[in-house]
């Protein structure tokens, strides 16, 4: 199978400030769902803290447990040879998870130092070479400058499942990511501030077959904003990065080292009081250090429309063009569009509902010595939020994805439920 480079890799540039983790984090983290999975987008009820600590505390601590029902655990399509560690015909499998959170959360005048600590054991009932210890730590230190300046300095571990739909021989493989990270924004005049990020990261696969994935780069950027009220802002920067991959041996089919250029439009505005967009255009330009015939350039982007017609409903609407090397013979790089749509419901206080509707196609293009694929995935899925008492919530969902492609070996049906609790002390 053909693995795009977008996840825990150089395609995500450092977030400009902390964000708590959402609901999707939960639920990965209660194995509800893969970590690469849709679910990091599918935080429909806006942006709960899942943080441990509570307001106004300096530490908090949280104990979750998930159990979730893969129909589908290796994404193989329907005439593939299951895995010989299985048994015949096996698919299918029971994963729990179990997941210990400990943060500390304290201010310093204009300044914060926030640390989580969040280790989990995942286990596999019936496909117990799966089973392995994750988790995500991270240290975050920020403050204000001046009226609307700030900064902040970041360092995140990270070692989670990546989704078998995009490994070359889904086996099983767990990546580990070690990122570093800095960002500035310094006020140049009313509403305008100069804003510039960078981050270094290390990257490694455990499966032998992933390993070519492995890398080590940095990325860094400066631009303008413009902010005129809070929550309104646009952003122009450019972007420079390069990543070197020490297991690959340069060829036509697979360069080790690249840099990359980009220059990008981004923003968040808010139209009117239940309407808001949010959107992102850049160029990107890939050179590689040694086969020209890899580079690749493009225009990618997404927007996204949110309305909140009533304080208890909510919908949002997204598009998006996506460009992202490719790490096998197919293709030199790929090229995804989509739309999506979730919706989202507070029925009551303490009851929330969400949805997800995706659709997306993925071409191959560039240098190729083999058949280029054109894939189709389609995904749906709902879930629930019930936060019964001030120190337990649960969380259940349900989705469907279905990829249809022009090479029938990389289609599969694959049906995730799950449930997941966790109490906050």
């Known amino acids: 199978m053909t693995m795009t480079k ?38 429909p009820f806006g942006d709960p803290a899942y943080d441990p600590v509570r307001k106004d505390e300096v530490l908090g601590l949280s104990v979750a447990e998930g159990l979730r029902y893969d129909s589908n655990v290796f994404r ?19 994963i729990s998870t179990t997941t210990l ?19 989990s054991i995942v286990r596999y009932a019936n496909f117990d070479q799966l089973n392995y210890v994750g988790g995500d730590f991270l240290a975050d230190w920020s403050g204000l400058l001046g009226t609307t300046g700030r900064y902040g300095l970041n360092y995140e571990h990270i070692k989670v499942a990546t989704d078998p739909a995009d490994q070359l021989v889904p086996t099983g493989n767990r990546a580990t990511k070690d990122q570093i990270g800095a ?33 080590d780069g940095w990325a860094g950027d400066a631009g303008i904003r413009y902010a005129p009220v809070a929550g309104d802002n646009i952003d122009l920067r450019y972007r ?49 250090d040694n086969f020209a015939e890899r580079d690749f350039s493009g225009w990618i982007g997404s927007l996204k ?47 929330t509902f969400g949805g997800l509707l995706e659709w997306q196609r993925r071409n191959y293009n560039g240098f190729s010595v083999v058949f280029r694929p054109a894939e189709r995935t389609a995904k749906a899925g709902l879930n629930a939020r019930y936060a019964a008492t ?36």
């Open 240 to 288: 420079h990065s390069r990543y070197t991959y020490p297991n690959v041996i340069p060829s036509q089919l697979a360069d080790n080292s690249y840099k990359q250029n980009e220059v990008e439009l981004s923003g968040n505005w808010r139209l009117s009081e239940p309407s808001q967009l949010e959107g992102r255009t850049s160029y990107v330009k890939r050179s590689h």
């Open 183 to 215: 960002d500035l924004a310094v006020p140049t005049g009313p509403s305008w501030q100069a804003v510039t990020a960078w981050h270094a990261d290390h990257t490694r696969n455990s499966s032998p077959t992933e390993q070519g994935g492995d890398n």
């Open 76 to 94: 193989l399509s329907d005439d593939s040879i299951t895995p010989a560690t299985s048994e015949a015909g096996q698919k299918h499998d029971f």
């Open 101 to 119: 959170r400990a943060g500390f959360d304290k201010r310093f005048g204009r300044h914060r130092l926030f640390l989580l600590a969040a280790p």
């Open 6 to 43: 977008t996840s825990l890799k150089s395609q995500a540039k450092f977030r400009p400030q902390f964000r708590p983790h959402t609901l999707a984090t939960l639920l990965m983290l209660s194995g509800i769902v893969p970590a690469t999975s849709w679910a990091d987008d599918f935080a």
């Open 390 to 425: 001030r120190n337990w919530q649960f969380a259940f969902s349900v989705s469907d994805e279905r990829r249809r492609s022009s090479d029938a070996t990389r289609q599969y049906s694959d049906v995730i439920s799950a449930l997941a609790a966790e109490y906050k002390m």
């Open 305 to 351: 429309y949110i309305w909140r017609p009533t304080l208890a409903t909510s919908s949002s609407f997204r598009i998006f063009r996506d460009i992202g090397a490719v790490t096998d013979s197919s293709a030199s790089y790929a090229k995804s569009y989509g739309i999506s749509i979730q919706p989202a419901w507070e029925a009551t206080s303490k009851i």
